[in-house]
């Protein structure tokens, strides 16, 4: 099944919230991604550090669809998306060789 990686960067107002709000959003993400999971969709989100490990080089999301539709539906009802606190962008991931990596346990 193919593999999508949706990156994405906080807007400007987004930077302006209180730490506690951005913190808010982001734990509905977490949510949102632990649901995706139980649904049976390989999942991962993370986000980017630079070589002093301080944040903020944006997010990083894995997901594995059937299509990229599919994949674009899931992705927006990100709760980050939803209320529009994000830039975002998904693309399909094609390997070098060709090969499509198997995840275990998911029903995709």
Not at 9 to 29: C, P, V
Not at 93 to 106: A, E, L, R
């Amino acid at each position: 099944m193919p593999i999508f990686i949706k990156t994405e960067k906080f807007k400007k107002e987004t930077l302006e919230l209180s730490n506690s709000e951005r913190k808010n959003f982001l734990l509905m993400h977490k949510e949102w991604v632990k649901k995706i999971s139980q649904l049976g969709h390989y999942i991962h989100s993370g986000y980017l550090i630079n070589e002093k490990k301080i944040p903020g080089g944006g997010g990083l999301l894995i997901l594995e669809a059937k299509d990229y539709l599919t994949a674009k539906k899931i992705i927006e009802n990100d709760p980050m998306i939803k209320n529009n606190l994000v830039i975002w962008d998904l693309q399909e991931w094609i390997s070098v060789d060709g090969s499509q990596p198997k995840f275990s346990n998911h029903l995709g």
